[in-house]
T-cell receptor, first 110, second 115 residues
Framework: RKEVEQDPGPFNVPEGATVAFNCTYSNSASQSFFWYRQDCRKEPKLLMS???SGNEDGRFTAQLNRASQYISLLIRDSKLSDSATYLCVVNPSFRQKLVFGTGTRLLVSP | GAVVSQHPSWVICKSGTSVKIECRSL??????MFWYRQFPKQSLMLMATSNEGSKATYEQGVEKDKFLINHASLTLSTLTVTSAHPEDSSFYIC???????????FGPGTRLTVT
């Protein structure tokens, strides 16, 4: 079983739609969680950290479910510029190396 | 967010030559930097963890004598691909951890093509 699993997609949605991605992780002792965004042929950029209480940043909401070992990312009112690959990232131990999912590709169309 | 730079952004070299890639944290001190490689349509693969002032820790399957890492200061780590071969052609990305924080920030990457 992979340490971090994501549905590769692609998710094709129209502008304005709400879309959600899930990600599961295998190490129940994992300490911290992140969502990164990667555009084609570019480096990953930190989108948001995921906290136990959940957190929201504008149109983006992240949730963590430790019991079921999954994290989610919800994007409301999708924009064309949201088209990218979203990487689920887990840190198994505080301040150690990150483990990346393979990414979920999102395509937002007009 | 914190800024990490990489140089060069792309390089083409002949088989058998060596290529050095620099990774700098511009506005923070990075005690730990990480080097990744990404092939087309694949996920990032961690190659090694670089700690300032000590030897790098390489992931399984990564040849330490081929991929030389130096982290001589809190703001600079270098990766040297020695005796490059066409199969080393890839997108090399570094990241740096901002001090006591947990997040990592990525450089813009270096696209290496070996002919």
């Amino acid at each position: 079983r992979k340490e971090v699993e994501q549905d590769p997609g692609p998710f094709n949605v129209p502008e304005g739609a709400t879309v959600a991605f899930n990600c599961t992780y295998s190490n129940s002792a994992s300490q911290s969680f992140f969502w990164y965004r990667q555009d084609c042929r570019k480096e990953p950029k930190l989108l948001m950290s995921v906290y136990s209480s959940g957190n929201e940043d504008g149109r983006f909401t992240a949730q963590l479910n430790r019991a079921s070992q999954y994290i989610s990312l919800l994007i409301r009112d999708s924009k064309l510029s949201d088209s990218a690959t979203y990487l689920c990232v887990v840190n198994p131990s505080f301040r150690q190396k990150l483990v990346f999912g393979t990414g979920t590709r999102l395509l937002v169309s007009p | 967010g914190a800024v990490v730079s990489q140089h060069p952004s792309w390089v083409i070299c002949k088989s058998g030559t060596s290529v050095k890639i620099e990774c700098r944290s511009l506005d923070f001190q990075a005690t730990t930097m990480f080097w990744y490689r990404q092939f087309p349509k694949q996920s990032l693969m961690l190659m090694a963890t670089s700690n300032e002032g000590s030897k790098a820790t390489y992931e399984q399957g990564v040849e330490k004598d081929k991929f030389l890492i130096n982290h001589a200061s809190l703001t600079l780590s270098t990766l040297t691909v020695t005796s490059a071969h066409p199969e080393d052609s890839s997108f090399y990305i570094c990241s740096a951890r901002d001090g006591g924080r947990d997040e990592q920030y990525f450089g813009p990457g270096t696209r290496l093509t070996v002919t």
